[in-house]
T-cell receptor, first 117, second 113 residues
Framework: DTGVSQDPRHKITKRGQNVTFRCDPISEHNRLYWYRQTLGQGPEFLTYFQNEAQLEKSRLLSDRFSAERPKGSFSTLEIQRTEQGDSAMYLC???????????????FGEGSRLTVL | QKEVEQNSGPLSVPEGAIASLNCTYSDRGSQSFFWYRQYSGKSPELIMS????GDKEDGRFTAQLNKASQYVSLLIRDSQPSDSATYLCAVAKFSGGYNKLIFGAGTRLAVHP
């Protein structure tokens, strides 16, 4: 399968623990996005990369959230000292961007669902 | 003001009718607009993109764009129960020299037989 894959699909953790999610994008895609989605809401932008460069991190995101894409391929999203409000679906998406443009056709993974007890 | 606004619905239409979904956006500089469909428990998938004022048709779907009014819509003709899903409007927003996609909260569509 050459789609976007995310791991783990489900994570249950206790408040205060650290969690890490991994995303493997479509291989020829240079742009990678992380979004967070809660029930009844649309995907909320968290951060994105073009190759290994992190282009932007949402101002709404606390310092407990960090993301990396060290070699321009897979990416990790780490949440430190989790809080109950972090419970959500974390979606990864990838696309091909030529320069600064993006066709907008994001291909999403199945998501990683986080439950913080 | 939210960057991308949609009525949350649910929008309920009978099978065979036209479903009309609307979206407004705040950034006048936005040039690219998209409609994604999300089935319950699944990830979003792209169904339409539109870049110029006017209409764009693809099968039963028509996207409409009015940049002066900052308004995007999606029409679904001959609605089918399989069209029941949440429809997300997304707008490409330039920031720091690159563009990223910002999504609305989505409109839930229910097509009943």
């Amino acid at each position: 399968d050459t789609g976007v894959s995310q791991d783990p699909r489900h994570k249950i953790t206790k408040r205060g623990q650290n969690v890490t999610f991994r995303c493997d994008p479509i291989s020829e895609h240079n742009r990678l996005y992380w979004y967070r989605q809660t029930l009844g809401q649309g995907p909320e932008f968290l951060t994105y990369f073009q190759n290994e460069a992190q282009l932007e991190k949402s101002r709404l995101l606390s310092d407990r959230f960090s993301a990396e894409r060290p070699k321009g391929s897979f990416s990790t999203l780490e949440i430190q000292r989790t809080e109950q409000g972090d419970s959500a679906m974390y979606l990864c998406a990838s696309s091909f961007a030529s320069g600064t443009e993006n066709t907008g056709e994001l291909f999403f993974g199945e998501g990683s669902r986080l439950t913080v007890l | 003001q939210k960057e991308v606004e949609q009525n949350s619905g649910p929008l309920s239409v009978p099978e065979g009718a036209i479903a009309s979904l609307n979206c407004t956006y705040s950034d006048r500089g936005s040039q690219s607009f998209f409609w994604y469909r999300q089935y319950s428990g699944k990830s979003p998938e792209l169904i339409m993109s539109i870049y110029s004022n006017g209409d764009k048709e693809d099968g039963r779907f028509t996207a409409q764009l009015n940049k002066a009014s900052q308004y995007v819509s999606l029409l679904i003709r001959d609605s089918q129960p399989s069209d029941s899903a949440t429809y997300l409007c997304a707008v490409a927003k330039f920031s720091g020299g690159y563009n990223k996609l910002i999504f609305g909260a989505g409109t839930r569509l229910a097509v009943h037989p």
